[in-house]
């Protein structure tokens, strides 16, 4: 197949994602809150770039959050609510138990509720968060978020435990599952670029270190990344140990990610299978260049942020007092 020249691609993203926008999201504005809440665009950042300075590992949880919230049932903050005697809720879902950087969205809704009572959705409080986040080492937003969400009712640890993209997913997976919320292949490659931070479990990518039960490793993986890995994760074993997804910088957000995956050390089966398909491989290596990706994770970014936005009482949407907890029934 012929190498589309990714510069047209990338242009002809830029105007579907506007659409997509419009099309999936009606309410959303970046201006949304300008006049009901002019101050929220200065007291995320605020808070949010405080923490991620004394803590940097936060950028790479705030960022999760997001995805694992936007990948079930849309981008509505289900994420956020607690647990009940009767429902097990979304974070506590196995693929989720790992997340973090909940105090922080609460802290940014106290604040917010102060300022502007029943105003701001926590669903948008997670989407702002989780851009800051991986700003705060720019001193400058790195895309724009559209505003206007509100906050779901539902909240299923099952259908997070459904929905939610594993690591161990193999391509075709993955792309049905992308395509299934009207995400593409160079959206895909872009948004697994987030793993150029943070870090995950041994628990999670043992099985390539032992592939067919002999002790052999997956042989998509670089041989001597692979005994980096074992040297980790197995003295003594220990599947709780985290390792990071980018062997070149864990902390910062930068293009290493793709550049280490062209040769053969990403760390989950789900990075080592964008390689396999030639689309989404010629989309790695154009990646490699930080302003390519850059540039077109922020537009995936805003792609993804429109998924399932609700807008109101008939789609059961509102504005959670607490993001922990629905608000009772009138």
Known sequence: MRLVNLNVVFVSLLVLIEVVSVCNGRVLSPAFYRKSCPQIGRIVRSITWSKVAANPTLAAKLLRLHYHDCFVRGC?????????TGNTAEK?????????????????????EEECPDIVSCA?????????????????????????????????????????????????????????LGLNIIDLVALSGAHTIGVAHCAVFQRRLNATGKGDADPS?????????RTQCTTPPNPAVAVALDANSSI????????????????????AALLID?????????FQGFHAFMANFGLSMKKMGAIGVKKGARDDGEIRKNCRVVNAAN
């Open 278 to 286: 030639p689309r989404s491989a010629r989309v790695v290596k154009s």
């Open 221 to 229: 993986l670089d041989p001597e990344y692979a005994q980096f890995l």
């Open 124 to 180: 948008d409080i997670v989407a702002l968060a989780a851009r800051d986040a991986v700003s705060y080492q720019f001193g400058r937003p790195m895309w724009q978020v559209l505003t206007g969400r509100k906050d779901g009712r539902v909240s299923l640890a099952s259908e997070a435990s459904r929905d939610l993209p594993s690591g161990n997913a193999n391509f075709t997976t993955l792309q049905q599952q992308f395509a299934g």
């Open 76 to 84: 509505d903050a289900s994420i956020l609510i607690d647990s009940t």
């Open 252 to 271: 910062s957000f930068d293009s290493h990610y793709f550049v280490g995956l062209r040769h053969n050390k990403g760390l989950l089966r789900s990075d």
């Open 92 to 112: 506590d879902a196995v693929p989720n138990r790992s997340i973090g950087g909940y105090d922080v969205i609460d802290e940014i809704k106290t604040k917010l």
